[in-house]
């Protein structure tokens, strides 16, 4: 979300509690922990996958039942993995609190699948449930983590790489999803798509508390670091849902190859990155390290395009730090109150706070291109360059429009702030933000790579995918035209991007900041 109305970290070295010998063994592969705790399940695989790679997924049967249609109460059921992405084969370690007697477990693939959009790829047998302790709270960061138990330990041999929602089903019909990423190795001649569950934790109040505010709603109670060790709230998948899921499903229809990874693993590695032809930036994406932002800026400077779909990207400067389950469990962002990151004098460059604040100012516009400004806002969207080969098979003209595709939070071309040339504003948005008149814009620009980067500069832009669908419940009144708009730009985005440096192939952007600024600073 937007700036510091609500929000905060971590320091404060909190003990880490020292696993059971049984689950110590299961870490090396020496004994199931489900052994130690309840009979192992049994499973139950429909198909065994003939490829590890996502292309061969397009037109397998999907299983049309794969949405949630009772939450039931907080408590019903809940879950989270210790992990937030396996390569396939990897074992995965899930934790899972029910007031029911028991619950199942199944593994559903998301993708085009003939248009069911998702594929049973694995399910358990009937694992007797437990209530599990309440959460524990680290009050020198006021963050919140449980010390549950792990429930099961499941294997994912056979399992695709992709984006996949684990679905607890309770005795009694209440459901909640656990998201997880299957990851790829790989990125060479693909188009990477790259998750966002620093931000899905960022904004996760699952026991009272996230980066923006406690219990209370203040955002003085915030936390100052957030932890993976604990479930996420609402559906337990709401971030990907709105924000990823549809953008996941066209990829995959459009039959491009694909590699899935996570800004976290991005982080660590990017070695999935090397030699591919673009990264895809979802549709809200605003809490990375630096190192993830560096590894994703030298793909650009290498040749990979890079496409961000949402709107406050690359927003957050964040820290990751060791956790119950294994490091890079806690994302850490004091923000406003970064003075008292325990960085502010040793690594200023580290301080987690906004990219563009001091110490360590880089504005994101140095890669995205666009600078965010603010939120709430709702304004139609306002094609300036029709022509434009990301239009193509639109039938837009200047000055078209699309309502409600703008918002809640949008980026702009910012004259004075860095930004790549050549950069082209491809739509030019009025709109008013908390009672200032502003803009939103959509930009393209080219690198000497020939890398092409496009920025759409409204959050909506993933949600407009599912506009005037049953799934476009929180469509903000965005409608079929737009739906059909926003599809077909993408589609242009995405098949222009998988052929490789976008500079060898579409037209060069054509500079018109100063003429549509008019030289305002």
């Known amino acids: 979300m937007g700036p510091d109305q609500r929000e905060v970290p971590r320091h404060g070295t909190e003990h880490i509690r020292r696993r059971t010998f049984l689950e110590a063994c299961a870490g090396v592969g020496l004994v199931s922990a489900a052994a130690a705790c309840d009979p192992a399940p049994a499973t139950h695989r429909p198909h065994a996958a003939a490829s590890h790679l996502p292309e061969a997924e397009r037109d397998r049967a999907g299983t049309p039942d794969w949405r949630i249609r009772s939450q039931g109460p907080a408590t019903a059921v809940v879950g989270y993995t210790d992990r937030v992405s396996v390569t396939p084969g990897e074992e995965c370690g899930l934790y899972v609190s029910t007031t029911a007697p028991s619950f199942r477990v199944s593994a559903f693939r998301v993708g085009w699948y003939g248009g069911a959009e998702a594929r049973l790829v694995w399910s358990s047998g009937r694992i007797p449930g437990r209530v599990q302790p309440e959460p524990r709270f680290a009050s020198d960061t006021r963050t919140v983590r449980t010390d549950w138990r792990r429930t099961l330990a499941f294997g994912t041999a056979g399992w695709p790489e992709g984006a996949y929602l684990l679905r607890l089903d309770a005795e009694g019909g209440h459901q909640r999803y656990v998201p997880l990423i ?17 931000t899905w934790q960022a904004y996760n109040r699952w026991g009272g508390y996230s980066l923006y505010e406690g219990p209370s709603g203040a955002y003085a109670a915030r936390s100052l670091a957030v932890s993976f060790d604990r479930p996420y709230g609402s559906s337990g998948a709401e971030k990907f849902l709105v924000y990823e899921r549809a953008a996941v499903v066209l990829a995959e229809r459009l039959g491009i ?15 999935v990155l090397r030699g591919a032809r673009a990264v895809i930036c979802l549709g809200h994406d605003e809490y990375w390290t630096p190192e993830q932002r560096r590894h994703v800026t030298q ?16 927003f957050r400067r964040v820290r990751l730090e060791q956790g119950e389950a294994g490091p890079d469990r806690t994302v850490v962002c004091y923000k406003s109150s970064f003075r008292a990151d325990p960085c502010y004098t040793t690594h200023p460059t580290l301080v987690t706070t906004d990219f563009r604040q001091s110490p360590g100012a880089d504005p994101e516009s140095s890669m995205t291109g666009v600078l965010y400004e603010g939120y709430p806002t709702d304004a139609p969207y306002v094609v300036r360059a029709a022509d434009h080969w990301l239009y193509e098979g639109t039938g837009v003209r200047p000055g078209d429009g699309f309502a409600h595709l703008v918002g809640v939070e949008y980026d702009r071309v910012t004259p004075g702030a860095p930004v790549p040339e050549p950069l082209e504003i491809t739509a030019h948005s009025p709109l008013v933000c908390n009672g200032r008149r502003s803009t939103s814009d959509s930009a393209y620009y080219t690198v000497p790579s020939g890398a092409g980067v496009f920025a759409t500069g409204t959050m909506r832009w993933v949600e407009a995918l599912m506009a005037g669908t049953p799934d476009g419940g929180r469509d903000h009144g965005m409608d079929a035209r737009t739906r059909a708009f926003v599809t077909r730009t993408t589609e242009n985005l995405l098949h222009a991007f998988a052929l490789g440096p976008a500079a060898g192939h579409r037209p060069a952007p054509r500079p018109n900041v100063k003429d549509v600024y008019k030289g305002s600073a």
């Not at 060479?188 to 620093?198: D, E, I, K, Q």
């Not at 400077?301 to 949402?310: I, M, S, Y």
Request: aromatic residues 4%; hydrophobic residues 35%.
């Open 257 to 271: 190859p694909l590699a899935y990874t996570t800004g976290m693993d991005v982080h660590r590695d990017p070695g």
């Open 182 to 198: 299957v990851r790829s190795t790989r990125g060479s001649g693909r188009t990477v798509l790259m998750h966002a569950p620093a």
């Open 299 to 314: 793909a650009r400077d290498a040749g990979t395009n890079v496409a961000f779909l949402g709107a406050n990207t690359c």
